[in-house]
């Protein structure tokens, strides 16, 4: 086995065995500049608010970032709508909470992902 396969079969090994701190990293990453920016607008530095303009751009695609629709921290808005904050700290928070209960849990069995999935899979199909 060369070296190169020595890698990618350690770096495969550990994504498996962490994939949960993993993607709650991931989230943790996600979510800091949606609560950051609102205090990057209100230094007033024009270095950081440059920074902020960046994260609401980079965002955009990801929500419509109404102001009526947003949250604000320090009077300036967040970089999304308190809807899609809603989503992704919810996505934190089970994530989190997985992560002390999964030991506990026992599995499903493949009827329930069927029932739960299936409407899911159709109700997404038609939106687009």
């Not at 009526?68 to 996505?91: D, K």
């Not at 030991?103 to 199909?125: A, E």
Request: proline share 5%; hydrophobic share 55%.
């Amino acid at each position: 086995m060369s070296t190169y396969e020595r890698y990618i079969l350690s770096f495969a090994s550990f994504a498996i065995r962490h994939w949960l701190a993993i993607v709650n990293f991931a989230l943790f990453i996600f979510i800091v500049p949606i609560v950051l920016t609102p205090a990057l607008m209100a230094t007033g530095s024009p270095a950081l608010v440059a920074i902020a303009n960046a994260f609401m751009a980079a965002y955009h695609p990801t929500c419509h970032q109404l102001p009526e629709r947003s949250l604000f921290i320090f009077g300036y808005q967040m970089t999304v709508c308190s809807r899609c904050f809603a989503i992704y700290a919810s996505f934190l928070a089970g994530g989190l909470l997985f992560y002390f209960v999964k030991n506990r849990l026992k599995p499903f069995h493949i009827f329930y992902y069927i029932l739960f999935c299936v409407p899911m899979g159709i109700d997404g199909t038609a939106q687009l």
